[in-house]
């Protein structure tokens, strides 16, 4: 028979998995935010495809500790749902920091100050509504995370219409507004898969309460 006390050391393994998931997630959209400073630099490339790798063997981890174990502080369902999402973070940075390597001097003067902001504040925010799962009972400190989340997202997709007003009105040279295209999709991406993450966390957390 398990205890509670088995119940919640099992929790706290796919707790610190998770965790440690959300870790390299930020580290990858920090490593492309950095990319997203001129001049480029590849070894941050180096760096960023090395936290995907991280991540890709925490996620394989926990879905391993998914079999081995038969009771789990959250629903598996919950679990492999949440690891999924954060997963996609770091794929997104990692697409996003392929494309501005590639982009090289065509994106010479282009200031992403404002996106590379919002990426932050987006990972920020999962980042600490994965820690405060630990503590589900402060519903209102995770409900305030995810607040700043959705307003992230919202400000995203508002500042995406300006810039795509400047692609499509003739402000550059066809290529660069092609390539321009791109990396602003990419960069909206990043967030959204924050906010994807956030709404599956809102769900668990709700679920919970």
Same mark, same amino acid.
């Given at each position: ?18 965790? =440690? =998931? ?5 580290e990858?959209?920090?490593l ?13 490339l ?18 391993? #500790?998914? !079999? ?15 690891a ?9 940075a990692?697409?996003? =920091? #392929? ?8 994106? *010479?003067?282009?200031?992403? /100050?404002?996106? +590379?902001d919002?990426?932050?504040? /987006?990972?920020? +925010? !999962?980042?600490?509504? !994965? ?8 519903? #209102? ?40 295209? *791109? ?5 909206e991406?990043? $967030? ?7 709404? $599956?966390?809102?769900?668990?957390v709700?679920?919970?309460?």
């Amino acid at each position: 028979m398990f205890s509670i006390q088995q119940l919640f050391s099992k929790g706290d393994r796919f707790q610190e998995l998770l965790e =440690a =998931a959300t870790q390299e997630a930020h580290e990858s959209v920090r490593l492309a935010i950095e990319l997203m400073k001129p001049p480029q630099k590849t070894q941050n490339l180096d760096d960023l495809i090395l936290a995907r790798r991280k991540e890709k063997k925490i996620s394989e981890q926990i879905s391993t #500790e998914l !079999v081995r174990t038969f009771i789990t502080g959250l629903e598996r369902e919950d679990i492999e749902s949440l690891a999924h999402g954060l997963s996609r973070i770091p794929k997104a940075a990692e697409k996003l =920091a #392929e494309r501005l390597v590639m982009a090289g001097g065509h994106l *010479d003067g282009i200031d992403f /100050a404002k996106h +590379a902001d919002m990426m932050a504040k /987006a990972t920020d +925010a !999962v980042q600490g509504m !994965v820690r405060q799962l630990r503590d589900m009972r402060d519903l #209102e400190k995770i409900k305030t995370f995810n607040d700043r989340l959705q307003l992230v997202e919202l400000e995203a997709d508002r500042y995406m219409m300006v810039l795509l007003r400047d692609v499509f009105g003739g402000k550059y040279e066809p290529y660069r507004s092609m390539v321009l295209k *791109d990396i602003y999709e990419l960069m909206e991406k990043v $967030i959204d898969r924050c906010h994807d993450a956030g709404n $599956i966390i809102m769900h668990i957390v709700l679920k919970n309460s």
